[in-house]
């Protein structure tokens, strides 16, 4: 047994913890010891630079004598500084020894932002291509290659991980404060155990008050979503724009708009989409989160933007009828801002989705003729194949981009020709100057059938056969088209241009059997 130790009153009161602090003397506190983040002189150095150079030669030189001390960001800022000075992609080259000088220039470029690709953060190398992005001059895909792989497989999921970490930090810090059966309310509430008990279970959408660090919490990982998802979106364009064409890391880039589609704004969604469709990615997965975004966000989208969402949709065969009713009523209601290149790709991907709208067909036709003047001969080849495929015939219509295009016919393509012929020819009932159409369709073809393809034939065959129109030269061209690619079409083109050459009473040699021949047996 151990005897017992008694301490007198003082010693007593001395023993006993104090809930003071102690007294310290001024020279003894110290300030917390927290980490110094120092300035590296030579990115100082580097920035400064930067800061002053104003042309490409200015660029090159402060690459040349710099050389591996630039960062991964300062990279991005000579990029972006680069987009500055050279031509943008609206301007055409100049072709001098400028456009040689920045050539170099972006290929030594590439080659320094791969060198640190592992290491860049994702918003270094976005801001990289998105500024390449912006440039006239071509881009080497094999320099652009090893970036997009490094940024798609490494940086962007790392900094995305990053992001959904901090936001299951704050919902999981977020979720005790709700109004749960058996959750107890914080320390400190004002709300007692029984009170939470009585509201939770007569009200289940009852919720206790948050504290403010939590809303600040919440708020921090909502931007941080915000900003993988532009990311993610700022990608497939750049990417798109510079003409990566790795499928592996677009169904990579595909999955992650997945994830982070539902954060798109109106901007995001066309960006994304248009990508895809201009990768020829078609990942069902997200197109899905792409229309379910736009849906919930179609009274935001610019009439461009409408024009771009809907063919990137067309292009990707991917047909929601909610989505395009809700996509065409915000068109309808903003039809006079549309440019004629919009207003053509709004045509032609209802047409190729065969969606019909006499709503929008009538503010269209209205916007046809008040802009039919300023067509290119994209959009008016587009804008005749959309509303014949979509069953309009209207001569007014037809009248007016005919007598646009035909100022024009020497800078249409191959299917640009074929497109308005096979139009016009649908149109000849209402239209009056539709043999005269396809008369200088089929004359301006003539010169440019070498590279056509068998479908392009084919329907300049049958809107001449339809016409009546018989050009020796034109089908003279044709049949020696078609003899050099009928063993690699398919059966309808080849049925329907045999048919337009028998209509025609022309070609009775063995061309004329040999298209028969090779369309039975398809």
Same mark, same amino acid.
């Given at each position: /047994?151990? !005897?017992?130790?008694?301490?007198?009153?003082?010693?007593?009161?001395?023993?006993?913890? &104090?809930?003071?602090?102690?007294?310290?003397?001024?020279?003894?506190?110290?300030?917390?010891?927290?980490?110094?983040?120092?300035?590296?002189?030579?990115?100082?150095?580097? !920035?400064? #630079?930067?800061?002053?150079?104003? &042309?490409?030669?200015?660029?090159?030189? /402060?690459?040349?004598?710099?050389?591996?001390?630039?960062?991964?960001?300062?990279?991005?800022?000579? %990029?972006?500084?680069?987009?500055?000075?050279?031509?943008?992609?609206?301007?055409?080259?100049?072709?001098?020894?400028?456009?040689?000088?920045?050539?170099?220039?972006?290929?030594?470029? #590439?080659?320094?932002?791969?060198?640190?690709?592992?290491?860049?953060?994702?918003?270094?190398?976005?801001?990289?291509?998105?500024?390449?992005?912006?440039?006239?001059?071509?881009?080497?895909?094999?320099?652009? $290659?090893?970036? $997009?792989?490094?940024?798609?497989?490494?940086?962007?999921?790392?900094? #995305?991980?990053?992001?959904?970490?901090?936001?299951?930090?704050?919902?999981?810090? &977020?979720?005790?404060? *709700?109004?749960?059966?058996?959750?107890?309310?914080?320390?400190?509430?004002?709300?007692?155990?029984?009170?939470?008990?009585?509201?939770?279970?007569?009200?289940?959408?009852?919720?206790?008050?948050?504290?403010?660090?939590?809303?600040?919490?919440?708020?921090?990982?909502?931007?941080?979503?915000?900003?993988?998802?532009?990311?993610?979106?700022?990608?497939?364009?750049?990417?798109?724009?510079?003409?990566?064409?790795?499928?592996? *890391?677009?169904?990579?880039?595909?999955?992650?708009?997945?994830?982070?589609?539902?954060?798109?704004?109106?901007?995001?969604?066309? @960006?994304a989409a248009w990508a895809l469709a201009k990768a020829?990615?078609? @990942? !069902?997965?997200?197109?899905?989160?792409?229309?379910?975004?736009?849906?919930?966000?179609?009274?935001?989208?610019?009439?461009?933007?409408?024009?771009?969402?809907?063919?990137?949709? %067309?292009?990707?065969?991917?047909?929601?009828?909610?989505?395009?009713?809700?996509?065409?009523?915000?068109?309808?209601? &903003? /039809?006079?801002?549309?440019?004629?290149?919009?207003?053509?790709?709004?045509?032609?991907?209802?047409?190729?989705?065969?969606?019909?709208?006499?709503?929008?067909?009538?503010?269209?036709?209205?916007?046809?003729?008040?802009?039919? !003047?300023?067509?290119?001969?994209?959009? #008016?080849?587009?804008?005749?194949?959309?509303?014949?495929?979509?069953?309009?015939?209207?001569?007014?219509?037809?009248?007016?981009?005919?007598?646009q295009a035909q100022h024009q016919l020497h800078r249409?393509?191959?299917?640009?020709?074929? @497109?308005?012929?096979?139009?016009?020819?649908?149109?000849?009932?209402?239209?009056?100057?539709?043999?005269?159409?396809?008369?200088?369709?089929?004359?301006?073809?003539?010169?440019?059938?070498?590279?056509?393809?068998?479908?392009?034939?084919? @329907?300049?065959?049958?809107?001449?056969?339809?016409?009546?129109?018989?050009?020796?030269?034109?089908l003279e061209a044709a049949c020696r088209r078609l003899?050099?690619?009928?063993?690699?079409?398919?059966?309808?083109?080849?049925?329907?241009?045999?048919?337009?050459?028998?209509?025609?009473?022309?070609?009775?040699?063995?061309?004329?059997?040999?298209?028969?021949?090779?369309?039975?047996?398809?």
């Amino acid at each position: /047994m151990h !005897a017992a130790v008694l301490l007198q009153p003082s010693q007593a009161r001395a023993a006993k913890p &104090s809930s003071r602090p102690p007294t310290l003397h001024p020279a003894t506190l110290q300030r917390p010891a927290l980490p110094v983040q120092r300035v590296d002189s030579s990115d100082a150095n580097v !920035a400064q #630079c930067l800061h002053s150079c104003k &042309s490409v030669a200015d660029l090159g030189a /402060m690459l040349h004598q710099h050389g591996s001390s630039i960062s991964a960001h300062r990279l991005a800022g000579m %990029a972006h500084r680069l987009s500055r000075c050279a031509p943008g992609r609206g301007a055409p080259a100049s072709g001098g020894g400028r456009d040689q000088d920045a050539a170099a220039l972006v290929q030594q470029l #590439c080659s320094a932002m791969a060198a640190q690709s592992f290491t860049a953060s994702a918003r270094d190398t976005v801001n990289f291509l998105h500024s390449l992005a912006q440039l006239s001059l071509p881009v080497p895909a094999a320099a652009v $290659a090893p970036i $997009a792989d490094m940024l798609l497989h490494v940086a962007l999921r790392r900094d #995305c991980y990053i992001d959904e970490e901090g936001e299951d930090d704050a919902s999981s810090s &977020s979720g005790g404060g *709700g109004g749960g059966g058996g959750a107890s309310p914080d320390r400190g509430s004002s709300v007692s155990r029984a009170d939470s008990y009585h509201h939770t279970s007569s009200s289940p959408q009852w919720q206790a008050p948050q504290p403010a660090w939590r809303e600040r919490q919440q708020a921090s990982a909502a931007r941080a979503r915000r900003w993988a998802a532009k990311r993610v979106a700022q990608t497939a364009w750049a990417l798109a724009r510079l003409g990566y064409a790795e499928q592996q *890391g677009w169904q990579e880039l595909a999955g992650m708009i997945s994830e982070h589609g539902a954060a798109f704004n109106s901007r995001d969604c066309v @960006n994304a989409a248009w990508a895809l469709a201009k990768a020829g990615t078609y @990942n !069902a997965s997200a197109f899905h989160v792409l229309q379910r975004t736009s849906m919930r966000q179609a009274a935001a989208f610019e009439p461009h933007g409408v024009a771009q969402l809907l063919w990137a949709f %067309a292009k990707a065969g991917h047909y929601h009828p909610g989505l395009m009713a809700a996509l065409a009523a915000r068109a309808g209601a &903003s /039809m006079e801002q549309f440019e004629p290149q919009a207003l053509s790709m709004l045509l032609w991907a209802c047409a190729k989705l065969r969606h019909f709208d006499a709503r929008l067909l009538s503010a269209a036709r209205v916007q046809v003729l008040a802009s039919a !003047a300023d067509f290119s001969p994209q959009a #008016c080849a587009n804008a005749a194949w959309a509303l014949a495929t979509l069953g309009v015939r209207d001569g007014a219509l037809m009248s007016a981009l005919g007598e646009q295009a035909q100022h024009q016919l020497h800078r249409f393509t191959p299917q640009g020709l074929s @497109n308005l012929a096979w139009a016009a020819a649908c149109c000849r009932g209402a239209y009056a100057g539709s043999k005269q159409l396809v008369g200088a369709c089929c004359a301006a073809a003539t010169s440019k059938l070498g590279h056509a393809r068998t479908q392009e034939v084919s @329907n300049l065959l049958w809107a001449a056969a339809k016409t009546g129109i018989r050009e020796e030269a034109f089908l003279e061209a044709a049949c020696r088209r078609l003899a050099v690619v009928m063993g690699t079409c398919q059966a309808v083109d080849l049925a329907q241009a045999a048919h337009a050459l028998g209509t025609l009473r022309y070609c009775d040699d063995a061309t004329g059997r040999a298209l028969r021949l090779i369309s039975l047996n398809k």
